[in-house]
């Protein structure tokens, strides 16, 4: 694997701005990093590198040659980091991110599956709703539902979840119910105070996403609220699907507007960038996709 550490460390000087930076950040000696650049200048039969006193830049070529040869390494490298973790056993501490009502639901149960299955591991979760920055808060692995914004995380889609309007029985005996978004003017809805934009439901209107401010005499803070407050009569909510399955399935609310509704929204598997996952970390992410069913949510 000489050659391959070779080519590491022009990715370093690129990256890093000098030879000096990148034999820091290889922990190397700046006469080592040398020789690695000179030996692949000459191989290649190129300047990759132009050398001041300070700083190193690429040249044309070696900027085009940096671009195609990253991902090339990255992967080599993942390869062998994957053949040495398919050869052990996970272990150690396994620490999750997971959305608060998703993950005691859905979570727990593979989570119990995966520590008898490997009883060598320890497992750490941690429910929050906010989108935390894994390494500042030390998890191997967050859940995510959401449309991801660029980022320097890996991912893996496991599904993705519907979004729904329901309301009690009781409330469409009084009032109707409605039969275009456009409708919901009219009729009193349930908002949560905390969404980034209260009263503003997403909808699929001719083929085109479009919000429709929606309002009403009744709002509260938590789900738990809305929904309660949903089928005692009070109005209609909006909200994930799988949240309110088991008042569906006890009758206490039904689903309207189900033509409209927005495009489901993906719920992914997100891991530090650039590194093949530990053991414990690709078990889990393997057992997930197994197990968490989310058909028909």
Known sequence: MSRLADLETFIAIIEHGSMTNAARNLDRSLQAVSRSLAALEEDIGVQLVHRTTRQSGASEAGLAFYKRLKP????????????NNRRSEPSGILRVGAPFLFGPEFLVPIIAEYMRTYPSVEVDLQLSDAFVDLAAEGLDLVLRIADLPDSGLQAKRLGALRRVVF??????ERHGRPEHPSDLRHHACLVRTIDQRPGQWSFLIDGKPRAITVSGSFRANTMAAIYSAASHGLGIAYSPLWQVRHLID?????????????????????????RFPPAKVRAFIDLLTVRLKLAGL
């Open 167 to 172: 309301g009690a029985p009781s409330y469409f």
């Open 72 to 83: 090339a390494v990255a992967e080599i490298r993942e390869a062998e980091l994957e053949a």
């Open 250 to 274: 006890k009758g206490s609310i039904e689903l309207v507007l189900k033509e409209f509704e927005p495009k489901p929204v993906p719920i992914h598997a997100l891991w530090q960038e650039n």
